[in-house]
């Protein structure tokens, strides 16, 4: 009897892995089935900053941020004056 279920358990432990192994050629290669590769480049990219993201640049960053060109010097100088301008209520002279 021992003999006869390990002789089923057998049979049907090798039609699975036949039909495994048929469903598996059904499939197309993995090659076809992925994404294309995009390669980047190593090289620093800097992200374009406008106008608009110096006006939304929090008062406590303004000290951290640097320009990298004329038209950013000038946005940087007048988001800090801008701060300044914020925080001068709260100087000796808001006390009288």
């Known amino acids: 009897m021992k003999c006869r279920a ?8 090798i039609a699975l892995l036949c039909a495994c192994v048929a469903r598996a050629d059904d499939n197309p290669a993995p090659a076809a089935t992925e ?6 480049s190593p090289s620093v990219r800097m992200a374009t900053r406008d106008r608009a993201w110096f006006d939304g640049l929090p008062c406590e960053q303004v000290g951290e ?3 990298t060109d004329a038209d950013e010097s000038r946005w940087l100088e007048e988001r800090k ?3 300044v301008r914020q925080y001068q209520g709260y100087g000796k002279g808001s006390l009288r």
């Open 35 to 40: 994404l294309p590769v995009v390669k980047l």
């Open 65 to 67: 941020v640097r320009a």
């Open 81 to 83: 004056q801008a701060c």
């Open 6 to 13: 390990s002789r089923g358990f057998l049979s049907i432990f």
